[in-house]
């Protein structure tokens, strides 16, 4: 009996099945397929990221409509590690253990928060005993790199903060004096004392309180929107830089109370591991909106060594070409300090650039080169020096026994004071201008004084002792 069930083609016994209405049309059908797959997504992703790590202190972002996971490049300090008796140090260093726990051991950038955190009542300062970016395991400097978040915290250091490549610190703000406001401060504890690197103390000088740099030859090592405060510790270097080179730079960061030099920044060579030659901060930089300061009297520690910004080089090549990629938005100021200070800023044996910036209160504002350092190459634009009742405006200094010193451009200098806005060792010049629109000196050659071109009506006649403006540039 012949199969009415059966269609054309179909195998002998089977049987076609009855439809419910018409049948689908093939465009149809196809759309209907892939709307099954995307409903059934969610599910699988969701199985997927349940087999994934997570901890307290990670952020939950979102995968889906109905989906999340673990953000595994951001960690929460107090939660990874929620001890109170662990100081805020101790703390950070655990996280960053952590976050490589998390992420395997090549895991590379990482943002640790560590803002949340704060001191135990009636403690108004956070603890910090231990360095920060020492893996707790290995003992060894952290690997990994990223984004260390700070607060609204008075953090109370016995230890240096060296802070290694490609990591960024950042904090809240600069602490507000006159509004007793901490924002983020990094303040030294008063038994504060670090004899230097082992090995090496150029690399991080003794008694530095931040380092850029964490031993060995860095870059992009950087602090920003913060306050670093010596608290007035004997010797105390605010933030120092002998390591850090490329991308590595301190920006938007205020220095109070160094009795030796709020910053300092050192292009001496080192030898690193392997015995490779490193240059130490050369072309770091730009170091750009910096207040250095005190915010009392430090009479008693403070001398007439005492720096606001250094820019030297104290390895025995002196001036090898070495560069520093500008300090520009500088305030140095010796108010407060109730002592004969030394210069508000120093430059020796490096080439470098300062712009836009204000120094108050120091017998020399800038002083270029010293005798026994050679120092060419530095350029001066836009700056306001005031030295209310005696002090030097520009001083450049020459190196007696090479007389190589030289090759200095100012531009734009405002000068306040009864004496000399510039004396010149190497051009034979000194100058009591108020204003200089452009000062160039060269550099010697023999026994003959270096060519200057100037605006001032005074180079022509050499040294000038008449004052151009009413009681010398006091205004």
Excluded at 92 to 115: M, Y
Aim: glycine content about 12%; charged content about 10%; aromatic content about 6%.
């Amino acid at each position: 009996m012949k199969n009415l069930n059966r269609r054309p083609g179909m195998l002998p016994g089977a049987v076609q099945s009855k439809s419910v209405g018409p049948p689908l049309h093939p465009g149809l059908k196809k759309r209907l397929s892939m709307v099954l797959m995307l409903l059934a997504l969610p599910f699988v992703v969701a199985v997927s990221l349940h087999a994934q790590k997570s901890r307290a202190g990670q952020p939950v972002i979102a995968t889906g409509t109905q989906s999340s996971a673990p953000d595994a490049l951001y960690l929460d300090v107090a939660e990874v590690d929620p001890n109170p008796n662990d100081d805020i140090c101790k703390r950070i260093a655990n996280t960053w253990h952590a976050f490589g726990q998390l992420n395997g051991a090549n895991a590379d950038s990482a943002v640790i928060d560590a803002r949340s955190i704060r001191s135990a009542p009636p403690a108004t300062t956070l603890a910090c005993d231990s360095d920060p970016f020492m893996d707790p395991v290995t003992k060894l400097t952290t690997s990994h790199h990223g984004v260390l978040l700070l607060g609204n915290q008075l953090i109370q250091t016995t230890v240096p903060w060296m802070i290694p490549s490609f990591i960024q610190v950042e904090g809240l703000g600069e602490t507000l004096t006159s509004k007793n406001a901490y924002n983020t401060t990094l303040q030294a504890a008063p038994n504060y004392s670090y004899g230097g690197y082992i090995g090496n103390p150029t690399i991080c000088a003794a008694n530095s309180l931040v380092c850029l740099g964490h031993g060995v030859q860095s870059f992009r090592a950087q602090i920003r929107h913060l306050t670093v405060d010596c608290n007035f510790v004997n010797s105390c270097i605010g933030v120092y830089n002998g390591a850090a080179e490329e991308g590595s730079y301190a920006q938007d960061v205020t220095i109070t109370n160094a009795p030796a030099a709020g910053l300092e920044v050192n292009l001496a060579q080192f030898t690193g591991g392997g015995g490779g030659m490193y240059n130490g901060a050369v072309n770091s930089g730009p170091y750009r909106n910096i207040t250095i300061d005190f915010t009392g009297s430090c009479a008693n520690i403070c001398t007439a060594s005492t720096v606001g910004v250094l820019v030297e080089n104290t390895g025995s090549m002196s001036n090898y070409g070495g560069v520093v990629r500008a300090f520009d938005g500088v305030t140095v100021s010796g108010a407060n300090a109730g002592a004969t200070l030394g210069q508000g800023i120093l430059i020796e044996g490096a080439s470098t650039q300062v712009t836009n910036s204000h120094v108050e209160y120091f017998p020399t504002s800038i002083q270029i080169g010293a005798d026994g350092v050679v120092t060419n190459g530095v350029e001066l634009a836009n700056l306001f020096l005031s030295n209310t009742n005696t002090g030097t405006g520009v001083s450049i200094v020459q190196d007696q026994a090479s007389l190589k010193t030289g090759d200095v451009f100012i531009t734009g200098l405002n000068f306040e004071g009864p004496e000399y806005a510039v004396i010149d060792q190497v051009g034979g010049k000194s100058l009591k201008d108020c204003f200089i629109a452009i000062y160039a000196v060269g550099h010697m050659s023999g026994s003959s004084n270096a060519v200057v071109i100037s605006t001032s009506p005074y180079v022509a006649g050499g040294h000038n002792s008449v004052p151009t403006g009413p009681q010398g540039c006091k205004q």
